[in-house]
């Protein structure tokens, strides 16, 4: 595989799914990521994708508990969750309008914080848990 740098960032979120290609679906309506790369695993798997989302990649696959040695499982798989991803949006307003529209679960209805940011966040299909809004650390 040839590698290309699409995003100047330093930090890649790497998550599972169990439908990773309905993630993928899911997240490109929900959200507006775009797909950059998808392989192919085995028994229609996904084993490697990277989808682009304002100018930020995310890494994912499908998830595989018995089949290799990357240990990171679906919320589900858990029973819980272990982290969040925060990602910038410049209008957060119509970005939360679009993922409800997709059948988002809205954890944190849309609003301004003390720190200035305008927000929400929101479990994706897969019950990974995502903040979308205006801050920039």
């Not at 699409?6 to 490109?28: C, F, G, K, S």
């Not at 409800?100 to 927000?119: C, V």
Request: net charge negative.
């Amino acid at each position: 595989m040839t590698q290309t740098n699409v995003t100047t960032q330093v930090l890649y979120p790497a998550m599972r799914y169990r439908d990773a290609h309905a993630a993928i679906d899911w997240l490109e309506r929900a959200f507006g990521f775009e797909r950059q790369a998808v392989y192919d695993g085995p028994d229609n798997t996904v084993a490697h994708a990277q989808l682009l989302f304002n100018g930020g990649l995310i890494m994912l696959g499908s998830s595989r508990p018995n089949h290799d040695d990357y240990p990171v499982r679906t919320p589900e798989e858990v029973g819980g969750l272990s982290g969040s991803v925060y990602a910038y949006a410049a209008d957060p307003d119509a970005l939360c309008a679009r993922a409800k529209a997709a059948g988002a679960r809205i954890a944190r209805e849309l609003a301004d914080t003390e720190y200035g940011s305008r927000e929400f966040s929101v479990y994706d299909c897969d019950g990974h848990y995502w903040t979308f809004g205006t801050y920039r650390p």
